[in-house]
């Protein structure tokens, strides 16, 4: 069993920066494909970026060169660097493995981009 933990959301100007991290806890963490997903009121959960267990990463169109995805299996930790955000990125942002599993999903974590 896997529990999933965001945190590092909250509130950045527009072209601001913000370190979201996905903290783990249970063995299988390393043996995860992990994602990052988002979603705003109303709408579907979206894929953001994923990172397999070797360190190969994929963005979403609209992510790719402001986003970072990065693991840190000795702490069982994923984490999500935004840079250049603007208030389309405004959503609440969760952490899942990838394809996700019902079972996984936590609070997420609320980052507003607003000036």
């Known amino acids: 069993q896997v529990q999933l933990v965001e945190s590092g959301g909250g509130l950045v100007q527009p072209g601001g920066s913000l370190r979201l991290s996905c903290a783990a806890s249970?063995?299988?963490?390393?043996?995860?494909?992990m994602a990052w997903y988002r979603q705003v009121p109303g709408k579907e959960r979206d894929l953001v970026a994923t990172?397999?267990?070797?360190?190969?990463?994929y963005y979403a169109d609209a992510m790719k060169g402001r986003f970072t995805i990065s693991r840190d299996n000795a702490k069982n930790t994923v984490y999500l660097q935004m840079n250049s955000l603007q208030p389309e990125d405004t959503a609440v942002y969760y952490c899942?493995?990838?394809?996700?599993?019902?079972?996984?999903w936590g609070q997420g974590t609320q980052v507003t981009v607003s000036s």
């Open positions: 249970g063995s299988i963490f390393k043996s995860l494909r």
């Open positions: 990172i397999t267990q070797g360190g190969s990463t």
């Open positions: 899942n493995a990838h394809p996700a599993l019902l079972r996984y």
